[in-house]
């Protein structure tokens, strides 16, 4: 079952299963199915058809399949397929049925012989170029193919032949006989079967030489496995008459519906295929689980928990038409989830070192924090407080630039988080002029208190310099700069230079012990996760995955 946090939001798609149910259609009975093609990795877009799908399943106490469409063996590979088995179980759904089309290659090919028997298909000779100036245009006909009356015991021979492997690539194809002058191209007679001569598929090695069309397959696959609604998107719209069609002219044992809905397109991504391939290919990019990436293997590497998603799907609903998505749509549910469910730690990511000249050398103090500050059943941890410490060099300015600066000046106070009001004394510089460490005093009677006689605004975070650990931290940002990248057709002077910054910090010890994927805030700085692929205890490794505010927003504003 799926992990649902929300009540299910009314659509278009859930009125349609509503009125087929009322009717008793189906025998009662709600099947979908997820069936992507095993040709890559799955990404943002994907995830509301795999919400949509097995949602729809659950709510309905259904069955939704997970069905890979296998026909293109020279693209496809099983590193593909156990990427989309991992995704959608990360996502919190479970399939009913695990299915390949490739499984159903005997039927399939068995409907291919009825519809040739019935004299609905034939054995075309014309090649590739040829059949697409055959097919006509948008305005003018097709013509038929020379080859579109060919007698069908003739047809069954050649389609046999192609079976056994007579024949090479490209030399033939079978082709569905409907009508040329459609003005749906999807009908003008679809090529059903090419041959893959030599291709090695990843399920059944080198048995087939042919290889179905994907409307074909997808149909009869449908039919095959009892779905009750087909759920595609809208791109798929002009392809529902031939769906149909193949249902009304082959004998299969059951009659699924297809219906469209509008396809996920979100600011500052690029969700085409060849797009993301590219971006690999080019090393633009750190393979398919780099953080930046609108894969789902990136989007979880970088820290999105899968509530979020879900949650996101539901804000944006199911209509009936495509449109473009906000990021901060998305982001708003990543900061909404961790913000209820991610422990709190510190981190300083530009370190300066602090040492405080009135405490004790050798002394450790363990203090008590709070895990989260409004759930007290994530418990507390204890910080080693030290008489050398540090702090984030933003955190210190000589002179406070205005009456707003709350943070540490020379001759200044400041708290530091869960600890002691200290005030700095002397800013020690190298001979380049660089500060390199602050020498401060602290108040011992401000633990829990505050100090007597004056106020003291500003609270920072800190580390202790003893027992802290160093760590790589990756901050991850939009890998693009504006909203609709490519819109002046060069995709790549979009990118973003800055999408991924290194620092050398220092965390908290517990936190170099933290599971790959464990998801913190590090306080005053946002949300980060421990890189589930570099990160090691001696070399611990956090990705960022949002930000505690939309610095964007004010971005854009300046930009404006």
Known sequence: ?????????????????????????????????????????????????????????????????????????????????????????????????????????????????????????????????????????????????PYRDRPVEENLDLFRRMRAGEFEDGSRVLRAKIDMASPNINLRDPTLYRIRKGATHHQTGEAWPIYPMYDFTHTLSDALEGITHSLC??????????????????????????????RLNLEYTVLSKRRLTELVSQGIVDGWDDPRMPT??????????????????????????????????????????????????????????????NYPEGKREELVAANHPKDASMGERNLTFTRELYIDRNDFMEQAPNKKYKRLTLGGEVRLRNGYVIRCDEAVRSEAGEITELRCSYDPATLGA?????????????????????????????????????????????????????VQGIVEPFLAQAEPETRFQFEREGYFCVDSRDSTPERPVFNRTITLRDTWEKISQRAD
């Not at 299915?99 to 005997?106: G, H, I, R, T």
């Not at 006689?453 to 693009?480: C, N, P, Q, T």
Request: net charge negative.
């Open 296 to 357: 789902i293997a990136g989007i979880r590497r970088r820290g999105f928990p899968a509530e979020a998603l879900r949650d996101f799907c539901t804000r944006i609903g199911v209509t009936k038409s495509d449109g473009m998505v906000e990021m901060a749509m998305l982001e708003n549910s990543v900061r909404e989830a961790l913000d209820a469910a991610a422990p709190r730690a510190m981190a300083v990511l530009n370190p300066l070192r602090v040492v405080i000249d």
């Open 1 to 145: 079952m799926s992990k649902r946090e929300l009540p299910a939001a009314s659509n278009f798609i859930r009125s349609i299963i509503d009125e087929d149910l009322s009717q008793g259609l189906n025998d009662g009975r709600v099947a979908t199915r997820f069936p992507p093609e095993p040709n890559g990795y799955l990404h943002i877009g994907h995830v509301k058809s795999i919400c949509l799908n097995f949602g729809i399943a659950d709510d309905y106490s259904g069955s939704c399949n997970l069905r890979f469409d296998d026909t293109n063996p020279d693209k496809e590979s099983p590193e593909f397929v156990a990427a989309i088995k991992e995704d959608v179980q990360w996502m919190g759904f479970e399939w009913k049925r695990l299915c390949f089309a490739s499984d159903y290659f005997e039927q399939l090919y068995g409907f291919a012989e009825e519809l040739i028997s019935k004299g609905k298909a034939y054995v075309c000779d014309l090649n590739a170029g040829e059949i697409r100036a055959y097919r006509g245009t948008l305005t003018e006909p097709g013509r038929d193919s």
């Open 450 to 502: 505050n100090p007597e006689g004056r106020k003291v605004k500003g609270v920072i975070h800190w580390v202790s310099a003893e027992v802290g650990v160093a760590a790589e931290i990756r901050l991850y940002d939009r890998l693009f700069n504006v909203p609709i990248p490519g819109a002046d057709g060069d995709w790549t002077r979009d990118l973003n230079p800055e999408s991924l910054v290194t």
């Open 233 to 262: 998107t809208l791109e798929f719209e002009d392809h529902r008459p031939l769906y149909d069609w193949f249902l009304e002219n082959i004998e299969v044992p059951t009659r699924p519906r297809q219906y469209e809905f509008g």
